[in-house]
């Protein structure tokens, strides 16, 4: 378990902030794909709870890369204008992103139940999924953490910038 830090220590490191909601993001899709693994009891309540989980999982998503677009990366855009090419292609990732989403929605939208094809639609979406956040996430991390860090919170909260908030361990 992870101390919550102050929120004076959340702005001082807004790119570790960053670190900390992919970390929880990753384990939010994994626990996501596990349940869909083969054994994984396939009743009415699992199917719920699948379909609650994975709506909730692509709602924080979504807010995540909504509030990147909106907050961090027009800020890094402004205080370093040399990221604009990398921001760019972040943001050609997250409408990608998106898009698979939307079919993971819709896809539990009209739970697979007992169909295994219905099932296997969803686990390939949510690997695919997690193969280009695997990726993405690396690369932003990579190319932002020194520069978010470097704003020392002149440009606002970790939600504001992110999204959400990091997860509170």
Request: proline fraction near 7%.
């Amino acid at each position: 378990m992870h101390p919550s830090p102050e929120p004076a220590d959340r702005l001082l490191a807004l790119g570790h902030q960053l670190i900390e909601i992919h970390l929880w993001l990753r384990e939010e899709l994994a626990r996501l794909r596990e349940s869909l693994d083969p054994g994984a009891d396939p009743d009415r309540g699992a199917l719920r709870s699948l379909r609650a989980h994975c709506l909730t999982f692509c709602a924080a998503l979504t807010r995540h890369h909504t509030g990147e677009d909106a907050g961090a990366f027009r800020v890094l855009a402004e205080e370093a204008p040399e990221l604009r090419p990398v921001l760019d292609e972040l943001a050609r990732d997250h409408r990608i992103v998106d898009g698979i989403v939307r079919r993971v929605e819709e896809l539990v939208a009209d739970p697979p139940g007992g169909d295994p094809a219905a099932t296997d639609r969803v686990r390939a979406e949510l690997d695919g999924l997690g193969a280009l956040l695997g990726s993405h996430f690396t690369y932003e991390e990579r190319k932002l953490v020194g520069a978010l860090d470097a704003l020392r919170g002149r440009a606002g909260d970790t939600e504001k910038l992110f999204g959400v908030a990091p997860p509170a361990w």
